[in-house]
C-alpha cells in the first residue's frame, strides 16, 4: 500500500503552465499508460491485453483531441514514449509518439 501511494505521488501532475512549445493534441483515441513499465508492456497493442490494463486502471484512452503538455524531464530515453500532462488528471500518461501532435501542427 506504501509503494502504491508513493508511486501516484510520484507521477502526480506538476501546476505549472504548459508552455507553447511542450503543448500536444493527442491524434485518434489512444492508450495512455501511468508507467512506463506498463507502457512497455503494452508493446505492441494486443486488444485482450490492452482491456485488461483499463481494466487494472493502468491505462487510461485518452480520446482523439485531448490537450496536453509534453513533460520534457521524462527519465527516459526512448524516444517512442513521451509523457504527458493533462489538465485535471491526478497522473501523467506515457503515449506513443505518434499519437501526439503539436497544438499548432497541421492536421
Not at 73 to 87: C, E, F, K, M, N
Request: charged share 15%.
Amino acid at each position: 500500500m506504501v509503494a502504491l501511494l508513493f508511486l501516484v505521488g510520484s507521477v502526480c501532475a506538476q501546476a505549472a503552465p504548459c508552455s507553447e512549445a511542450h503543448r500536444v493534441r493527442v491524434v485518434g483515441d489512444a492508450p495512455a499508460a501511468i508507467s512506463y513499465d506498463i507502457f512497455m508492456a503494452s508493446r505492441p497493442v494486443d486488444a485482450q491485453q490492452l482491456a485488461s490494463f483499463i481494466a487494472a486502471q493502468q491505462v487510461r484512452m485518452l480520446a482523439d483531441g485531448t490537450i496536453g503538455c509534453v513533460l520534457a524531464d521524462d527519465g527516459v530515453t526512448d524516444p517512442t514514449a513521451l509523457l504527458i500532462q493533462v489538465p485535471n488528471e491526478p497522473v501523467n500518461y506515457w503515449v506513443r509518439s505518434w499519437n501526439v501532435e503539436t497544438v499548432g501542427a497541421a492536421k
